[in-house]
């Protein structure tokens, strides 16, 4: 008989979900035995997951310090090299969602391996994937249709907001002439629950794009803004950190820009009738594992106080909903999962700011 997992923390994230407050966190199922790393080392070792006292450990950490949502990152661009990646993914979602703590949702996104990118009639650029080609709407609708099973639809613990299951498109802004595909993915969902599909583009472009800027108006006028007229919330990645080497300014002032930016694209967002969600991230650099050289934007555990703090202000009145990017990311320096250096300084920084911000007596929410 195995010793059942007993909890440390008391569950503070089901406190905040309770009244209304969803904050989520970018969960990656990587083998971290092979993920290049900088600085620091997971508390609980390379793990591999899925392994289950490492996954109630996520759980039992993050929710105990106000998490209550995993978006659970696909690998979908994995899948066609990798089946087996396929079956861990979904084993690792199986296995989140019978704990029964800690709500789930996937993430799906972007992949050179099965999509056709570039130019179709010398219009679509070379980065993009146009939903209008047969074959990139199959596969699309391919990826949904495994992933969003009827029977982890229907558990009370995959990610529901307006009683409707969630579904998160990551790079979101590399799909045009999306319309068709995003209703036919309402339409799939809709069959097996009975509510069509809620869904997050992370598409809001990086410090310092603004909504007024003549190349996003051109996309929205020429290929996007019909799709994007389907989804239910836009949101960002990585607190919109602009990666490159020309960025020094954006990111020695980051936190004014970051600044400028919220309120911007949350006007746009509601604007369009949309759910706005923030994007919060600890620090990012993928120089030393996959990326290309660039500034890193620093990793400080007083700076993601401030990031969250200024988030907040900002935070959609209708569904509050903040994401942090990421989880367990070590590849890219984002993760908030607790280290062998830092333990568990990034939870605590998190806990308190959602302590002072919605649960305690004179909290700044409104």
Partial sequence: MKTPYIREHENLGKV??????????????????????????????????????????????????????????????????????????????????SLNQIYVAWLVGPSKNDFIYGKFGEKIPEWAIDLNIPKNNQVFLEFVDELMREDILNHPYYLKIDGKPVLYIWDEGAFFNQENTYQAVKKLVEERTGKEAYIIADWIPRIPTLPSDEYVQFLLQNYRGAGLGVVD???????????????????????????????????????????????????????????????????????????????????????????????????????????????????????????????????TYP
Avoid at 33 to 51: A, C, E, M, T
Avoid at 83 to 92: D, F, S
């Fill in 16 to 97: 905040l979900h309770d009244n209304g407050i969803e904050v989520m966190a970018i969960y990656v199922p990587f083998d971290m035995s092979n993920i290049p790393k900088k600085h620091d080392d997971p508390l609980l070792g390379r793990y591999n997951l899925p392994n289950d006292i490492v996954i109630k450990k996520h759980v039992d950490w993050f929710t105990g310090h106000g998490g209550n949502i995993f978006i659970l990152d696909s690998q979908n661009h994995w899948w066609s090299a990798s089946p087996a990646l396929k079956r861990k993914v979904l084993t690792i979602a199986d296995k989140l969602i």
């Fill in 233 to 363: 919330a836009f949101t960002g990645w990585i607190g919109f950190h602009r990666v490159g080497l020309d960025t020094k300014e954006y990111v020695e002032n980051y936190l004014s820009y970051y600044e400028r930016h919220l309120p911007v694209w949350r006007n746009f967002t509601k604007k369009w009738g949309k759910d706005f969600i923030l994007t919060v991230t600890p620090g990012f650099d993928h120089s030393y594992s996959w990326g290309e050289p660039q500034i890193p934007l620093p990793r400080d555990v007083e700076e993601f106080s401030k990031r969250l703090e200024i988030a907040i202000k900002y935070i959609d009145k209708r569904h509050p909903m903040l994401k942090i990017d990421t989880w367990n990311d070590w590849g890219e320096w984002s993760w908030i999962e607790p280290g062998q250096k830092e333990q568990l300084t990034y939870l605590k920084a998190l806990r308190g700011t959602l302590e002072n911000s919605f649960l305690n007596s004179g909290s």
